[in-house]
């Protein structure tokens, strides 16, 4: 078994082989393409949203519940998936995923109820998160510390371009079909590459009879020493392992606020556009292309920032970021789309959604290293479940604020505005959590924010 050889450069320092380079990049590319198709089964919801409301008699805040209701199955997916993760690997589960979330979508396409509506597509929230923490340990396998902030942001930008490709075509199916047929037929493009993902991945160096990579930084090093067997065995002790590590909740705190912008403007943006702008839905998806579009890219230049300027240490992206990001939602919320026109409100919500999302990319990076290749999914599952617990929150209040405002939209973006500069002043505050505590009592250095 060979793959990586000592160098004359300094004791322990690996060079990789061409073969192990061609694998962990092959695994990278898959796990990337995969996901930018994934959510063809999740953000139907938000794109299929003015024609369901049309035609079901929907309120803005019956809406909300249902896309809070399917985040919130995300989360416990999350929390549960990936301890399971860490045990069982990472092909098994997006295989699992990409068939619950064909047959769930499906039965929520024939609801005609809000029970019915609500419970398939609750239970299509659990089973999504098959997917997700199965990629991140996927790199965290293959991708050592000083260049996984960078995989970890093309892995994560493959989100912006699932998201994308969700209004793409998700949109255009509703658009010509009924929002109906957009819980079914994109889902079929789910399964595909799924199944693809199953047959081509290899979870570790190992499987793939190579070595695996000895972790260049130090404390994650020293992280995945200080984990035991009896740790590994063990159900509840490795969150409480995690949780008693301040760069532990600094990571869950970013992500609940990055998340909260994230899916604010995801979710909310192509029912801004139609009830502000009197477009039709095949307009209207064109016109909330922006968002996605700057999410598709946000995460994997944040992750090069950090490893190229920062030295792997992430709160300075966060705050900058953030501020940013910011700054887009205060120009949505301030100034009409009747007044500065489609385009131009285009390109501020390219701007918008890149440097909202970016802000997270880097935060991906820090909770794989928090958990090193031992605890990596439990430490993602930890994670994303403050993430869409927070993604659930602002479907349900932010539903109920409009329907009680009369959709008060410039109401709704400045409480982002104010979300996404607390998530800046907390990045700066909790900036040197990460130094205070190991992972257990065996000494294990701590990870760095």
Request: with cysteine; aromatic share 14%.
């Amino acid at each position: 078994m060979s793959s990586l050889q000592t160098s004359g450069v300094g004791a322990g320092e690996q060079v990789e082989s061409p073969r192990f380079t061609r694998w962990k990049w092959g695994m990278l590319i898959v796990a990337s393409a995969v996901y930018s198709f994934y959510y063809l089964g999740r953000l139907n919801w938000g794109v299929a949203a003015p024609e369901m409301k049309a035609g079901l008699h929907l309120t803005d805040a019956e809406l909300g519940l249902g896309a809070g209701l399917m985040f919130w199955g995300y989360a416990v997916g999350e929390l549960i998936n990936g301890r399971l993760v860490d045990r069982f690997g990472s092909r098994r589960f997006v295989l699992i995923g990409g068939i619950g979330t064909t047959v769930m979508n499906w039965i929520t396409s024939f609801g005609t109820s809000l029970p019915s509506l609500y419970i398939p597509y609750t239970l299509n929230g659990y089973v999504q998160a098959s997917a997700w923490i199965p990629c991140h340990r996927l790199v965290a396998q293959w991708w050592r510390g000083r260049t996984r902030g960078f995989a970890d942001g093309l892995f994560v930008a493959s989100s912006g371009l699932s998201t994308l490709t969700t209004y793409v075509i998700t949109g255009w199916v509703a658009a010509s079909f009924g929002w109906q047929a957009a819980f079914r037929w994109p889902l079929l493009i789910v399964l595909v590459t799924t199944i693809g993902f199953f047959v081509l991945v290899r979870d570790r160096p190992q499987d793939a009879g190579l070595e695996p990579f000895v972790e260049t930084l130090e404390h994650v090093r020293a992280t995945e020493a200080a984990i035991t067997d009896e740790d590994m065995k063990r159900w509840l002790r490795p969150y409480f392992l995690l949780l008693r590590r301040p760069v532990a909740w600094f990571a869950c705190s970013i992500g609940f606020i990055g998340y909260i912008g994230r899916y604010t403007l995801l979710t909310w943006v192509p029912l801004y556009y139609a009830s502000t702008t009197g477009l039709s839905l095949s307009s209207v998806v064109w016109a909330s292309l922006g968002v996605p579009l700057g999410m598709s890219f946000g995460p994997l230049v944040a992750g090069y920032l950090t490893d190229r300027f920062f030295a792997s240490q992430r709160w300075q992206t966060i705050a900058i970021f953030f501020l940013i990001g910011a700054s887009g939602v205060l120009t949505i919320a301030l100034v009409p789309i009747t007044q500065i026109g489609l385009f131009p409100m285009f390109l501020i919500m390219v701007v918008t959604g890149f440097f909202s999302w970016g802000a997270t990319g880097p935060v991906f990076a820090l909770t794989s290293d928090i958990g090193g290749r031992k605890l990596v999914g439990t430490a993602h599952g930890l994670v994303d479940f403050f993430d869409y617990t927070a993604a659930g929150l602002q479907g349900i209040v932010i539903g109920a604020v409009l329907t009680l405002t009369h959709e008060n939209w410039r109401l709704v973006f400045l409480g982002l505005v104010v979300v996404l500069v607390l998530g800046a002043v907390a990045a700066w505050v909790t900036r040197s959590f990460g130094r205070r505590q190991p992972v257990s009592t065996g000494g294990a250095a701590p990870a760095t924010v």
